[in-house]
């Protein structure tokens, strides 16, 4: 999941981008309204955290000139006033909820869960391979019914690769989908973290999951598709 935070208040963005990336989302972060839109046209967002009193172009503004250009990524705005003409105004210009300052980070986090519900609900549903299974709304993975413990960032591939099952997805494609544009592209940390899967979902077990395709990138198939691992 990637989110972008687009907030001038330096303290609060930092705090946001540190607690939901502890939660496991790549997040980027934007300080006024022109740059949070050219983050917003570079790159596919699951959510983007929207204050309204931004230099350069407000968060009203902003809103709705995304909404122009087909940017459907669920808003939530952020914003220290609470008039209701304030909280019409913001919806009105596409945003999908409104939260007022001071917040707590729980009640954000729920909000967000609210609407990455709604975007998508599909995320809700158990997911399937095999005898690999997940459960997205609770953060849990079995083998059959043995219980399987991820890190946040092993999660999120691991749910790319089960929502594409049988897809050849690059290491390119799995950095933009999982890491931040603070990302240093062409390190090795995607085989690193493949290999920690492969430990705790195929090593235990006769029949694999992980299949590298070399010089290309990962796939997860079927154990009767299954190939050569490394």
């Keep these: 999941m990637r989110i972008l935070v687009v907030e001038d208040n330096r303290r ?3 705090s946001l981008k540190t607690s939901l990336e502890e939660d496991g989302y790549a997040v980027d972060v934007a300080f006024d309204g022109d740059e949070g839109e050219a983050y917003a ?8 955290l929207l204050d309204v ?22 808003v939530l705005m952020l914003t220290a006033r609470d008039a209701v003409d304030d909280r019409v105004d913001g919806l009105d210009s596409g945003a999908d909820d409104y939260l007022v300052k001071p917040f707590s980070m729980n009640e954000l986090r729920a909000r967000l869960r609210a609407l990455l519900r709604r975007n998508k609900p599909e995320k809700t549903a158990l997911i399937q391979v095999g ?13 059959g019914s043995d219980p399987i413990k991820l890190t946040p960032r092993e999660f999120a591939i691991l749910e790319y690769l089960m929502r594409s099952p049988n897809r050849i997805l690059t290491r390119e494609m799995i950095e933009a989908h999982v890491w931040n544009f603070d990302f240093i592209s062409g390190s090795n940390v995607v085989d690193v973290y493949i290999r920690r899967l492969r430990r705790k979902i195929d090593a235990p077990y006769q029949m694999k999951f ?5 010089g290309v990138g990962y796939r997860l198939v079927s154990p009767s598709g299954a190939g050569d691992n490394e």
Aim: contains cysteine; hydrophobic residues 40%.
């Design 53 to 74: 009193m931004l230099p350069k172009k407000n968060g009203f503004d902003l809103c709705r000139d995304l909404r122009q250009q087909g940017i459907n990524a669920p």
């Design 131 to 143: 005898d690999l299974s997940m459960d997205p709304a609770n953060h849990l993975v079995k083998r």
């Design 210 to 214: 992980l299949e590298t395709v070399r």
């Design 41 to 48: 046209l570079a790159a596919p967002y699951d959510l983007i």
């Design 12 to 14: 609060l963005n930092t």
